[in-house]
């Protein structure tokens, strides 16, 4: 209490004190909020294993501590640190005290003019030639949560070792009052920054192609919905139609249960929007984009009279296909590269392209990494569409790719749904799906990592497990990592030609995540329907099958 700078989570403390409330004060003191690839993310609240001001201005110190320690041509003063916050609870008084902690270190810092998407952040770091660039933002986490994400001078977020690095420094800190702050010092970046930005957007759009697509768009009341319009407007499409309950930034994320595209009921207002355009003007819009509350992640709806509110949203993995099928029109060349829990159907289209493609760990702090990177999408909705600029996940530049797409197919009188069909019936359907269990104890989560490596499963879903491998361990194209890999193979006679299934703890959240893959070969556009629902099929009984492998 006496060092944190803050007086509402000093009174928080206080009443629990006072309330004797001694099993929670445990819990929030049992160690510290632990810095690594994912930066910090946690719960807003008092001590140490809370997301606070406390707890930011002294992982500041360590970042601090690690930017001056880098081998640089540069002087301290012009060593520039640029950090950016979303609308959060809390985010500007983190990147404010942020700022201030740089300042007494002796850096240059510099603050984002006010709440902007990640991939402006990551967009400045590279533009300013910053040595360092910090987000505050909880991405797509429930409301009570906040984050800390670091990128370093390449506009890469920090792998190992320099998280582990930067951990140790985090800890060498001593009392937070030894930690200078002026109060002063950092400077404010103004609207030349985010101009700066969608110049940029544009590279990722054809000159002279189609704009003739009519988008609704939400911002699942994040930070993403003037810096959408303004892309699209930038580039000759029609200002998209905003879901207006969903449009400002609410930090309570009120009209959803989770601010995440891909949770049930996220897109239920969208959808009604969408609807209630159609209705007054006559005309129904072609696309539904969803950015999540920071905008680096891109969800698509298509129209689908068969789905409950007329429209259906494509899958990550779909949407990555649809991207890596136009910029191979569009003749784009370097390497290809997604996850290894997303997709298997990108290697494909790579390989039948003759571009080089890579797989990697999740997330984007390995892919965007991948040497030659052209194209790197992640099936949670994470797309790179122009890695020169942006060398992250950006979900506006891949919502103007993709409403791009959608003009260029308009304009032939074709559909992105058609194209999804084109795409499955060439390389074979590549069903995808998710169980994702969300645990309140994380102990759960390790004892389920443990009975899967004490118990392999020998058959999921039906399908015999051909290979399973523990990729604590590695293998000779990754590093290792915390989960566990499936090779399933389809029985003669089932019409499945193959599997695959991962199992992985989350990195910032509570839950224990199983990627399930099955690919069905297609001979001709009628055998399309029976095999997704063959798919479908084997789907489902390999998530029945992993809730009793696992113990859940």
């Excluded at 000759?236 to 249960?257: E, K, L, W, Y």
């Excluded at 009279?305 to 007329?310: E, K, T």
């Excluded at 390389?427 to 759960?444: F, I």
Aim: hydrophobic share 40%; with cysteine.
């Amino acid at each position: 209490m006496d060092e944190d700078p803050d007086a509402e989570t000093r009174e928080e403390l206080a009443q629990l004190i006072e309330a004797r409330e001694t099993d929670e004060l445990r819990e929030r003191f049992s160690g510290t909020l632990q810095f690594g690839t994912a930066g910090l993310r946690g719960e807003l609240g008092a001590g140490p294993m809370r997301m606070n001001r406390a707890v930011v201005i002294r992982a500041a110190a360590g970042i601090a501590s690690y930017v001056r320690a880098q081998l640089s041509d540069r002087p301290m003063a012009e060593r520039l640190v640029v950090i950016g916050y979303d609308a959060r609870h809390k985010s500007a008084d983190f990147a404010r005290d942020t700022a201030d902690v740089m300042a007494g270190a002796g850096l240059r810092a510099a603050l984002l003019p006010e709440p902007l998407p990640t991939p402006v952040l990551a967009y400045a770091v590279r533009h300013l030639g910053a040595e360092a660039g910090i987000m505050v933002t909880a991405s797509h986490n429930p409301p009570r949560d906040n984050g800390y994400k670091v990128y370093l001078g390449d506009g890469l977020q920090i792998v190992p070792p320099a998280d582990a690095d930067i951990a140790a420094r985090i800890a060498d800190v001593g009392r937070l009052a030894e930690v200078r702050r002026p109060g002063s010092g950092w400077d404010v970046l103004g609207e030349e920054m985010l101009n700066a930005y969608l110049a940029r957007t544009g590279a990722v759009l054809t000159e002279g192609s189609p704009r003739d697509v009519r988008v609704v768009h939400t911002a699942m009341h994040g930070v993403g919905s003037r810096t959408a319009r303004l892309a699209f407007e930038r580039a000759g499409f029609p200002t998209p139609v905003p879901v207006p309950q969903q449009a400002d930034p609410d930090p309570d994320f009120s009209t959803v249960a989770f601010p995440n595209p891909e949770e049930p009921g996220a897109m239920d207002l969208a959808y009604a929007t969408a609807h209630a355009y159609a209705t007054e003007t006559g005309e129904r819009p072609d696309l539904v984009i969803a950015n999540d509350p920071d905008a680096d992640r891109c969800g698509v709806a298509v129209p689908d009279p068969s789905a409950g509110a007329g429209w259906r949203m494509l899958r990550g993995d779909q949407v990555g296909a649809l991207l890596a099928t136009h910029l191979i029109h569009k003749r784009a060349h370097g390497t290809f590269a997604t996850t290894i829990v997303s997709s298997s159907l990108l290697s494909r289209i790579a390989r039948a392209a003759g571009l080089p493609y890579e797989e990697t760990l999740t997330g984007f702090k390995w892919l965007a990494r991948v040497d030659g990177l052209r194209y790197g999408y992640e099936e949670a909705l994470g797309y790179c569409v122009d890695p020169e600029g942006v060398r992250d996940k950006d979900g506006i530049t891949a919502a103007l790719l993709v409403a791009e797409l959608a003009a260029e197919l308009k304009q032939a009188g074709r559909t992105l749904s058609e194209l999804v069909d084109d795409i499955d019936v060439e390389y074979g359907v590549h069903a995808t799906d998710q169980l994702s269990v969300r645990v309140e104890d994380l102990s759960l989560i390790s004892d389920a990592m443990v009975k899967l490596r004490a118990q392999p499963p020998t058959a999921l879903g039906g399908l015999p497990v051909e290979r399973a491998e523990d990729l604590t361990r590695g293998t000779e194209a990754l590093p290792p990592t915390d989960g566990l890999r499936y090779h399933l193979s389809g029985p003669d006679g089932s019409g499945v030609g193959s599997g695959r299934v991962i199992v992985r703890p989350s990195g910032t959240e509570p839950k224990l995540k199983c990627y399930l893959e099955v690919v069905v070969p297609v001979g001709e556009v009628s055998d399309l329907a029976p095999a997704r629902e063959r798919a479908a099929s084997v789907l489902a009984r390999i998530k029945d099958d992993l809730y009793v492998a696992s113990g859940f």
